[in-house]
């Protein structure tokens, strides 16, 4: 199954228990690396590209159900045009 990642308009909630905000995301991702190395042999990761990145699995914190998760509206996501006065 694939997950779809949450975007600047979307985020995920668990169907089961309605958790919004913890998850275990298991993923796979292809990437560069631009290793430092200093004059003593000890390096460091120092910029990081990413060239594919997939979610397999995502676990909610909460109830351990296993992609069990939607992708639903963040908050104010819809409103976000006339700028409505929100609480919190
Ligand atoms: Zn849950």
Known sequence: ??????????????????NLTRFDVT????????VHFDLSGDSKVEETQVLAETVESVRC?????????????RPGAEESADGGSEQG
């Open 1 to 18: 199954m694939t997950i779809a990642a949450p975007t600047a308009e979307t985020r995920w909630r668990c169907t089961l228990c309605g």
């Open 27 to 34: 993923r796979s991702s292809r990437v560069i690396d631009f």
């Open 61 to 73: 914190r909460w109830c351990n159900a296993v992609d069990q998760v939607e992708l639903v509206a």
